[in-house]
Structure formats: structure tokens, C-alpha cells
């Protein structure tokens, strides 16, 4: 029989980070969850938040989870925890794109290494927040020895990006949409048409719909950028991130960056639905996808593999070199 997964014990590394701290005081207003390790350069900002977290812990008459602020240098003294999720990241500027964070954030991966192998120790899981999650998770899977299925990506963004564009389109409310995106964190995103729902039942859209939608989707980062708000997606990404951690928990298949060898590719975190089986993200089959869809997705998967293998050489060029 397979054995619930129980994350009793959390680490947000990057917890002092919009992202990261919002998505701690997201876990510590649960029953679900024992401990949250806050680990961040960001010492006295750290303290800060722990002080605001406690405080609306007790507003909210939440006080399980036990805050720990626990400086970097000492990350690996802790006893290794069930989740590790990384969050740290340099900031956004105006004008990027996700391929641009990619250089920059393996950097800051390069130098997490050892603390989320202490971590994580031999059996915890690492969930990435930092973009692009995907390609992050993948280069993490190769330089770290965490074997690949221990990790995985958030990815919920892009359906519910997808949702939003259906509905519009559809003149109907995002709570009567069901819909999924698979793929690439990104431009290699799949939206899974045949898969799209309203009020429970399949929906049938024309080209030109389907066209708008996703323009609409793909176009979400770009209208974001343009607004140039210094940061990424505070409140969305901490509540789908705490969403997904309750998901996997329940047995519920979540979108995710998961490992996925198509037979295409070498093998990369590709998003898909998944479930935490044995101690591993495990892909569950999508049998309703089209020709066109299944064609799209492994061609996906094999451009994630691609970038972090490019990226993962040129690092390691550099870093030689220095």
C-alpha cells in the first residue's frame, strides 16, 4: 500500500523574498504542517517576517507551525526536513524575460547546492519556485545527485493563466473553467484543448477562439512586464504553491514541473499532472491528449533538456575559466 505523503517538516530557502515568505505565512496558517524552517541572506528582513507571521498566526488562531529562523551558515547542522522549497532568486528587471533569469538564478542554485542536499537529506522532496522552474529543476537534478523524481517545478501558474483567457473569452466566470497546460514553462507551453471544461462538461472551440486564448495565455508575461513592478507574482505564486503542497498531499494530480522521459529527449522536468508516489513525483498518464498535443509536449520536453544542459556547459565553461 502506498504511504500518504506527510511534509511535517518545511525549509523555504529564499523565505525573506516576496515569493518565499509569502508562501511561508501560507504554511504556517495550516494544522497540516509542524515546523518552517525560514533560511534567507536576508537576516534581519527574515527576523522581520517571522514577527509578522507569528503575530497573524495568532490573529488567525493558526499556531501550529512552528516559525524557525535559521541563518544560512548553520543550514547544515538542521536535521534534514521532508520539503525543501527554494524560492531565492535575483531580482526581476524590467524588459527580461524567463530565458534571462536562467543564467543568472543557476548561479544562485550553483551556491544552494549543499544546503539543499543537507536538507534534503535522503529522502525529502525540493520543490522549485525560482524561473524558470522547469529548466532550474532540471539543472538542479544534475548537479546536485538528487535523483530527478525527488524534484519537481511549481508550474500552476500557467493553467490558471489558461482559465482566465477561457473565460474571457467565454464571457463566463474562471470558477466554471476547468483547463491545463503541460509542457514548457513558457514559450513551449502546451495548452491542452481537448481537455478544457465548463461546468464539468468538454467544450469545443473554434480555431480563431482557440487562437485568441492563446495569445491571451502566452501574452500574460509581457503585459506583466510592461507594468515594470520590480517583482514577480507575490500573491498568486505563494497561494498555487501552497495549493500544490496540499494537492500532492491529498493524492491529487497537480501540474508540475515533473521528470519525463518521453523517449525524445535525455530526460527534463517537464510540466504535466502528477502525484508523490513512494517518494517520488510521479507523472500520471494524459490518455486524452491529441496527436497534435502528445507532439508538442515531447517536443517541449526536449527543449527544457536542451537549455539546462546549455546552460549547465557554459556555467561550468565560466566557472574553469575563473
Known sequence: ?????????????????????????????????????????????????AIDMREAQIVTGSTHAALQVIPMERAAEQRPVDLVVVAASLPETPDGSREAFLDANLGVFRALVPTINA???????????????????????????????????????????LVAAVARELQVSP????ALVVGEHGDGQVPVWSGIEVDGSPVHLADDQRARIDADARGWFRRWSDLRPGRSSGWTTPVGSARTITGLMSGEPMPVAAWYEDGVSEGSHTTLLAVVRDGSVVPIA????????????DEASAAIAEKARRTDALARSGAERN
Open 1 to 49: 500500500m502506498t504511504q500518504q505523503w506527510t511534509p511535517r517538516r518545511i525549509a523555504v530557502l529564499g523565505a525573506s523574498g516576496l515569493t518565499g515568505s509569502g508562501l511561508a505565512h501560507q504554511l504556517s496558517l495550516s494544522p497540516d504542517f509542524d515546523e518552517i524552517l525560514l533560511l534567507d541572506l536576508k537576516d534581519s528582513l527574515l527576523q522581520a517576517h
Open 119 to 161: 536538507l534534503a537529506g535522503d529522502d525529502a522532496l525540493v520543490m522549485i519556485l525560482t524561473n524558470p522552474t522547469d529548466v532550474l529543476a532540471t539543472c538542479l537534478a544534475r548537479m546536485s545527485g538528487l535523483a530527478p523524481s525527488r524534484i519537481f517545478g511549481y508550474c500552476l501558474n500557467d493553467s490558471v493563466r
Open 175 to 178: 470558477a466554471r473553467v476547468r
Open 286 to 297: 494524459l490518455d486524452y491528449l491529441d496527436d497534435a498535443e502528445r507532439s508538442a509536449l
